[in-house]
């Protein structure tokens, strides 16, 4: 059932629509972003299983990268929705066409793998919220490992990281 939800939400997304009251609705970067994926969110960085903690960077729609300094884990609807309303420590904005690159991508990735969860004391995370579409879909892995079933999302992983400035990229290295 998740998987033709997934497919549906995806079909939906690859359709733009233009909105002629532009001020009430956040400025759209690009065709891939549709009216019901306006607000979705990439997330991306490492959760410390000890103190139930993450770090993450966040990028949105408008092409915008933010970075979230170590927080205590979220998981219920209305404080994952001020999590991504929130804009912590502003970073820079990539292009729409890198926006495009990494959005489609991972929406592959979440059809492809639908679940990835591998515990461990530290794990990253790849995470893509829709709060429009009722979606919070999130990978976890341990970067210790070269697993096949988190090669597509490592993939993401390096798009959302080569993304970064220089002196903000942590691809986590062994």
């Not at 890198?98 to 793998?113: H, S």
């Amino acid at each position: 059932m998740l998987k033709y939800i997934l497919i549906f939400s995806l079909l939906l997304s690859c359709s733009s629509t233009k909105k002629e009251n532009k001020q009430e609705n956040p400025p759209v970067i690009s065709n891939c972003v549709s009216e019901l994926t306006k607000n979705a969110v990439i997330r991306w960085g490492y959760v410390y299983k000890q103190n139930q903690t993450e770090k993450a960077y966040q990028l949105n729609t408008q092409g915008d990268i933010y970075r979230q300094d170590e927080t205590k884990i979220v998981v219920r609807k209305e404080k994952i929705e001020d999590l991504i309303n929130s804009k912590p420590n502003y970073i820079e904005s990539v292009s729409r066409e890198t926006y495009c690159d990494i959005y489609v991508q991972v929406q592959k990735e979440f059809i492809k793998a639908q679940a990835l969860f591998v515990p461990a004391d530290t794990m990253v995370f790849v995470q893509l919220i829709n709060p429009d579409a009722g979606t919070n879909l999130r990978a976890l892995w341990n970067p210790n490992y070269e697993a096949i079933g988190s090669e597509g999302f490592r993939k993401v992983w390096a798009m959302l990281d080569k993304a970064l400035p220089k002196d903000q990229m942590y691809l986590h290295k062994k």
